[in-house]
């Protein structure tokens, strides 16, 4: 349990990367001054340029959404030294956010349609398609403005992995990944880009965050999950689909949770990471980083659910408690304990 | 080396010569202290003489060495850094339309296709109206309004392109949305041949809306140039022409315009430089996506100064960023031959390349 100040911590630690969770992250980092007097800055550069960092050693910490591969774990062991862990700190959703005027219905999407939409097959708002899963919603008969990240992204990876997984003509054609060659569309610059293009521009859809949708005022589409059920993003549809994948999560905790089973379980879940290097060479900041992670990871999981993201599922947690416990400082276990 | 020629004869010779050397200074103080012979002891003021001159001649030739340097070091690292990505796709860097960094594929086709549409279309916007403002300056303004007029369109040019970026998501792009792009559409969309020009929703993030805020942008350039150019053209050539009887419009289209044509046209060479190179605001509203090319102004799309500045952070491995710094190169290659162009014309026809401030 961490409540006060620790003698001989570090009073600041720097991170970057991921957008998808900055909503939390804000609020933890808050939070977490407000208990130990240590100030924690982060900043949300996306996930690739957040993996690029911790590589670099240039922040104490990084956040990404989308795992280091192993190409990019074996060049960042050159400044680390060691493999950077993978330490889980939140599940969210990524939800299909759109912008229809005078259409104040919820619409109802599948992985192959947003698929189609995303490829610029389904070119209009009132494509059968679209029609055929919204029985009794006026749809406009205007042109889809489709928007997509432009930075390397974490949320990018889990929402084209969803589509790779449930659409064989995404599969054919744009792939996986942090970056994909977009049919068409407008790029925009991490989770508040893309949400900020599609309340500026009325027709448009993009994917975000939910807490940013939410924060946008954004309607979004519930997704039709792996049992044909129309799911609604939310905390709890996302912890059903954590709770769906915690058993089989492989030891480094590298793994993805979309299109998860479960009648309740939201399709397209993210699982995001705080990126350390487990040796440590500075004391004040190792015992300052792993306190901050203990807390994150247990304590700040509290706050999860009034933003929409869902706390990490327990089993999840105990093997995060391994991942810190491991970090050293000059040979010497870092985290004090308390 | 004022001194050696002060110092090589007579006074009135050595004037001339100075003068053509361009010592004007040096020809007063000459004067002044009424010494022929003894130029060159007057001329360094009897203090520091040939040691001062030289250590004065070093320094200068230091801070000249380091820009040069400055310059030599950017291109051999940006070659260096570029010559990974360069050598695994060779011709296809430059002719493929393909970025798609996860598979290790970059074709910068795009980009360049990208850079060189936008700044076009912002040329063709600006210079009739940077050249009409030129000409309403030089030719009609009454002097009183002269160098206002000149003063606010060249205030233009020293608004931060990030406030120009601004400016053009919460205005400009909306606007033209709405007032210029849906029209289009709507114009355009059965026409063919012309409906490739509309493919598209109407985004207010595209190859138009970035052209638009170029032209802004490069306007006070062309026009600052353009209004130096006009203002060469000699004044007994308009003399002439009015006193044939011409009216003040038929004098602009025989005398002054076709005098200073080369001149305008160099001018719209270096605000295409600018637009070039210009990241920003394009940045921030050219929809920033690798697609494929497209005859649509209604397409987004990257700029190279654009992609440069949104992929560089992100580029995770080794050919990824190596091909962002083969765009540089290239982008670097285009500005460069653009500017040269712009002042071969502009010092060939149309005079001195000091007074027109390039």
């Not at chain 1, 950077?84 to 919820?106: D, F, M, R």
Request: with cysteine; aromatic share 8%; charged share 15%.
């Amino acid at each position: 349990m961490i409540n006060g100040p620790f003698s001989g911590e570090a009073n600041g630690l720097n991170g970057a990367g991921a957008t998808f969770p900055q909503v939390l992250y804000s609020k933890w980092f808050d939070e977490y001054a407000k208990v130990t007097n240590v100030k924690v800055n982060y900043q949300g550069t996306g996930s690739g340029a957040g993996k690029n960092a911790i590589r670099d050693q240039t922040v104490d910490f990084a956040g990404s959404d989308s795992p280091m591969s192993d190409a990019e774990l074996e060049a960042a062991k050159a400044k680390c030294g060691e493999t950077i862990q993978h330490i889980p700190t939140t599940l969210g959703a990524i939800v299909v956010a759109y912008n229809l005027p005078n259409v104040s219905q919820k619409l109802k999407l599948d992985g192959d349609v947003i698929a189609k939409i995303f490829m610029e097959q389904v070119k209009k708002w009132n494509d059968p398609a679209i029609a055929a899963l919204n029985p009794g919603v006026t749809l406009p008969n205007e042109e889809i403005i489709t928007v997509h990240r432009s930075d390397s992204s974490g949320t990018t990876d889990n929402f084209t992995s969803y589509l790779n997984l449930v659409s064989p003509a995404w599969a054919a054609g744009p792939k996986s990944g942090s970056t994909v060659q977009w049919p068409g569309g407008i790029g925009a610059n991490g989770n508040p880009g893309v949400a900020s293009e599609v309340k500026n521009n009325p027709y448009a859809i993009g994917y975000v965050e939910l807490a940013f949708a939410k924060q946008n005022s954004l309607a979004y589409a519930d997704v039709k999950n792996k049992e044909g059920q129309f799911v609604t993003a939310s905390a709890a549809s996302v912890t059903a689909a954590g709770q769906a994948f915690a058993p089989t999560a492989p030891a480094d905790l590298r793994f993805k949770l979309v299109n998860a089973p479960g009648a309740q379980s939201y399709p397209i879940t993210a699982i995001t990471w705080i990126l350390v290097c487990p040796k440590q060479t500075d004391q004040a900041k190792a015992v300052a980083l792993t306190r901050m992670l203990w807390w994150a990871t247990h304590s700040g999981q509290q706050f999860n659910e009034a933003l929409d993201y869902a706390p990490l599922p327990p089993a999840i947690v105990v093997r995060a408690e391994g991942f810190i416990n491991a970090i050293t400082v000059n040979g010497q276990k870092a985290f004090p304990g308390k | 080396m004022c001194y050696l020629l002060a110092a090589a004869g007579d006074l009135a010779q050595t004037q001339i010569l100075i003068r053509e050397s361009g010592c004007s200074v040096a020809v007063q103080a000459a004067k002044h202290r009424r010494v022929s012979s003894a130029a060159r002891v007057t001329l360094n003021d009897g203090r520091g003489g040939a040691w001062g001159d030289r250590t004065f001649q070093a320094v200068t030739f230091t801070f000249a060495a380091i820009i040069l340097l400055l310059i030599v070091t950017i291109f051999v690292v940006l070659f260096v850094d570029a010559r990974v990505a360069l050598a695994k796709e060779g011709l296809r860097f430059v002719t493929g339309q393909v970025w798609n960094p996860t598979e290790g594929v970059f074709g910068a086709l795009p980009y360049i296709y990208g850079t060189i549409f936008t700044s076009l279309i912002g040329l063709v916007i600006a210079t009739p109206i940077a050249v009409g403002a030129a000409l309403f300056i030089v030719e009609y303004a009454p002097a009183w309004l002269r160098a206002p007029v000149s003063f606010v369109v060249e205030l233009l040019a020293v608004i931060p392109s990030v406030i120009y970026g601004f400016w053009g998501i919460a205005v400009l792009a909306p606007f033209l949305r709405d007032r210029l792009e849906r029209p289009l559409k709507a114009a355009l969309g059965d026409v063919p041949g012309l409906n490739q020009l509309v493919q598209g929703p109407a985004r207010g993030r595209d190859m138009l809306v970035a052209g638009v805020i170029l032209a802004i942008m490069i306007l006070p350039t062309i026009m600052s140039v353009a209004r130096e150019v006009i203002s060469t053209v000699p004044g007994t050539q308009r003399e002439g022409m009015l006193a044939l009887g011409a009216t003040k419009w038929e004098m602009i289209r025989g005398a002054v315009l076709p005098y200073a044509r080369a001149g305008i046209v160099g001018a719209a060479i270096l605000g295409l430089g600018r637009a070039i190179g210009e990241t920003m605001a394009v940045t921030m509203l050219i929809g920033n996506s690798s697609t494929k090319i497209s005859w649509s102004l209604l397409t987004p799309g990257y700029t190279m100064a654009s992609a440069i500045a949104n992929q560089f952070a992100d580029a995770n491995n080794s050919l990824h960023f190596s091909a962002i710094i083969g765009v540089a190169v290239i982008l670097l290659f285009v500005t460069g031959a653009v500017n040269l162009v712009a002042r071969l014309i502009v010092s060939r026809f149309g005079g001195d390349t000091r007074a027109t401030g390039i």
